[in-house]
Antibody
Framework: EVQLLESGGGRVQPGGSLRLSCAAS????????VSWVRQAPGQSPEWVSS???????YYPDSFRGRVTISRDNSRNTLYLQMDSLTAEDTAIYYC????????????WGQGTLVTVSS | SAVTQPRSVSGSPGQSVTISCTGT?????????VSWYQQHPDKAPKLIIY???KRPSGVPDRFSGSKSGDTASLTISGLQTEDEADYYC????????FGGGTKLTVL
């Protein structure tokens, strides 16, 4: 069974940083692209970043330079480093697996809540 | 959002409903990477349709997808009460973009 378990969320002050983690199991993690997708309260999901099985990274313009995605295949873990956080970054952050080779998001974790507030 | 959905749709048990997803010419017409997600309250989105028409294993065949030009559609036939949820379309336009979401109410 494919499982994705996010951690690292919490409350952070504006301007602060946070590193999210996603532990994957139940599939050959190194063979898949994986992504971060966030969802602000009452809003639709928003793609944050993806990383291919070959470690190529992808960001929409709105996040490029502010977030960094990485993966550790030896630990079956995906990471998201977020810097210069603002209140608009308050959201549930989901880890998701991509359909091969870099398609849509077929499995999602339960999410981790990030709250940016003073 | 570059992709537009109706805010809400409704239907009675056993009926069929169709949710549309209309995008700019960049967002939808040139790609076959349209997917649909179902989201129940306080749950993660669940993939129900990908590549316009494909259903993941375990998704009932009551759910079907189609696309014509700039508009993709999700049809749910034989509505059941558990289908009441938010539905999001998602497309690739050089980046992944989600629609604004449609709340389905099963009356």
């Amino acid at each position: 069974e494919v499982q994705l378990l996010e951690s690292g969320g919490g409350r952070v002050q504006p301007g602060g940083s946070l590193r999210l983690s996603c532990a994957a199991s139940g599939f050959a993690f190194s063979n898949y692209a994986v992504s971060w997708v966030r969802q602000a309260p009452g809003q639709s999901p928003e793609w944050v970043s993806s990383i291919s099985s070959g470690f190529t990274t992808y960001y929409p313009d709105s996040f490029r330079g502010r977030v960094t995605i990485s993966r550790d295949n030896s630990r079956n873990t995906l990471y998201l480093q977020m810097d210069s956080l603002t209140a608009e970054d308050t959201a549930i952050y989901y880890c998701a697996r991509n359909t091969p080779p870099l398609g849509t998001f077929d499995y999602w974790g339960q999410g981790t809540l990030v709250t940016v507030s003073s | 959002s570059a992709v537009t959905q109706p805010r809400s749709v409704s239907g009675s048990p056993g009926q069929s409903v169709t949710i549309s997803c209309t995008g700019t010419s960049t967002a939808l017409s040139g790609y076959n990477s349209v997917s649909w997600y179902q989201q129940h309250p306080d749950k993660a989105p669940k993939l129900i349709i990908y590549d316009v028409i494909k259903r993941p294993s375990g998704v009932p065949d009551r759910f079907s997808g189609s696309k014509s030009g700039d508009t993709a559609s999700l049809t749910i036939s034989g509505l059941q009460t558990e289908d009441e949820a938010d539905y999001y379309c998602c497309s690739y336009a050089g980046y992944w973009v989600f629609g604004g979401g449609t709340k389905l109410t099963v009356l």
